[in-house]
């Protein structure tokens, strides 16, 4: 790496039990586990190059300058990589997604495992999976799980070292298709940083948590077992407690709109009649409809007749599904690395 430039492709994820609210704000440790699965349609490509002759960082998301708080966050993960590794440059940071950034579709975990993955190897640095996954933690706490393959759980930990994410499944153990039904792909007005810092102030937030060990096991066992009915039933319980936590929280977080619910609903129905789905919704208007690999099609259809979604994103954690990429200069992609993300 004497040219002091790296490129790495990392994927978003869904979360099955959800990360809300920090025990550490600045060091993102977070207030209860979490599980997710690595979304292989669905992804971030970033450049870092570090170079003597720029004045200060600068970054770039889909052809657009990003200053401010944005810019901020991305230089704070830089300023981590500089001091382990004993240089003072500043870098350029060059992104792009192939989904819509900023619209509870994990747009943060994808890049922010990639700026960890791409800066700490223009450097040099050669990290192990665990320091990835802690040092992707810092920027947003989901990017954390967009490290290692396949199915994901990123333990509470005691403090920063330990506070990583780790498989529990390889991609190929379940092929569970995520079927992102966008009701919005408008920018949130509040992010998640904000809102886990105010999730303390719901008066259920507590109680959330004591549930959450107990939620983990289910979502775990049943991932583990390939169980959908369990999966399902508890994927959307953990996600209407979330969100119960938000819409409760000073000030309150509505993320959700009509179109949101109208899906939960039929959803239910189509379970009810065989068909195996589930819903989970992140930080935003959009849902998340999981199936099985098999009835991706049929899910993707139904949707697509939904009032109200505009588009249905189509995401499965199989690593095949990586070649099906679609940003506009990307070419084929080959990688360094057998896990979620890594190096092009
Ligand atoms: O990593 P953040 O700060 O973007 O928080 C993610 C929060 C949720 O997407 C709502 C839940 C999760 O665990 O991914």
Redesign the pocket.
Known sequence: MSNLTATALSCA???FI???GNRNNEL?LPSNG?I?MNLDGLFTRTTVSFQPSLPFDELIINGREVTGKGLSRVSYILDLVRETAGINLNAEVMSENNFPAGA?I?S??AAFSALALAASRAVGLTLTEAQLSRLARRG????S?SIPPGFVEWKMGTGDDDSIAESIAPPEHWNLVDCVAVVNAAHKKT???E??AIAGTSPLQNARLEDTPRRLDICRSAILNKDFETFANIIELDSDI?HSVMMTSNPPLMYWQAATVGIFHAVREWRASGLPVGYTV??GANVHVLCLGDHAREVEKRLREMPGVSNVLIAGVLAERRRSCNLSNCGSISFQRAGSAGFI
């Open positions: 994820n869904i979360a959800k990360y809300w993102r979490s997710s509870g994990a943060s975990a947003s706490g989901s990017a799980r992010g998640s940083t809102g886990h979330m992140d930080a």
